[in-house]
């Protein structure tokens, strides 16, 4: 109960950025592919972010200081970015974003984990999340007051939500936080293929084939999902001339609810590894109907897609990681997944799409997307046969 008030929070500020960060690049007058090297820019800053605050939370045992580092840095720059039309400012305030925005995340998710327990619902804590995201970008999306449809709107809406989101870092209880003397040395091990059929570890190390191949499968997910997270708002203002923004963000979110509230049952039943694989091959389907089906229902059915590519697909990731990762490393393990499976293919993602909007248009950029799950669904493929014969071997 004490981490829904920071989940609510900080995911108001997930609804100004999300849906509003390409349209601010947009309303500086920046074209596509620019656009798109600057996105990337943000993402990759959210590589480095996660890896250093997760470093040292883990070390000193400790998430709050961490949290409102990572909050200052989003406030000091956002209404700077807004005022300033030169693309290496813009870069550099993208940075500066980028590694506070997507470094907050893994330590909130990193404290929750452990203070749940092995036994703790996550997805019912994440709702909080969604719940918060669904009502704020309903509200952006026919705000009477600085309406997001210019930069310094989006600016100003973005430094008081993570103001906000700053503040709520109070409702974190002391003993959450400090879990490194409770965990250290006291840790089962980790590795039991996170719920899936294919054995155990019985590892407590970070690394495992095992890591490796999930990471792999994430980090497709991820790419596939880059055009929908960064070029979405632009594909349906621009090629669909639909003013729907704050809707359709709204729309995914509602759906990912159920899921999201009910993953814990799903991945107990069938395994994270294997939820993983099916949300990978939901996403082939979302891509092909915006590629294919550029209507208004044609995007409002692959927007309820979100609820297996994100609603059920987070969850089992978290999952996924948690049983992979001793408590005491939780943060650094966190930080590979919303980094490595999640930064890293975003960046490449948004610098690539960015041009091929800009030389190819939106349908192209969703077919060539699509592969990149495919790849994913292979790799699960691939990893089942060659377990399962290990098992007749055995």
Known sequence: MYMMAPFFFTYIVYAVISPYLPILFRGLGYSPSVIGVLLGVFEGAGIVGPFIFGYFADKIGR???GLIITNCLVLIVALPLALFRNPVISALFAIVIGLGFRSALP???AVTTIALGKNGDYGKIRTTGSVSFILMTLFFQSALVLPLTNPLNIAIWTSVSTALAMISMVFIPPAYERTRSRTAGTAKPAGNYAGSRAG???KRGIWSPLLVIGLIIMAMNRLGMAPV???FSLFLTESMQWNAVGFMW???SIAEVPFM???RRIINRFGAFNCL???V????????LYALFPTKTGVIIAQLLHSFCFGLFHPSAVTFISNCVPPERRALGMSLYLSLGSGLPTFLGNILGGFIVEHAGYRALYSVFAIFPLIGVGIYGITLLTLNSRDRMA
């Not at 091959?281 to 979302?286: E, G, K, S």
């Open 277 to 279: 694989a099916f949300s």
């Open 261 to 263: 509230f009910l993953s």
């Open 200 to 202: 155990t570890s019985g």
């Open 229 to 231: 997270n960064s070029f």
């Open 281 to 288: 091959m939901a996403l082939i389907l979302r891509l092909l």
């Open 63 to 65: 998430y709050k200081p």
């Open 250 to 252: 709204a729309l995914a």
């Open 107 to 109: 330590l909130l998710e």
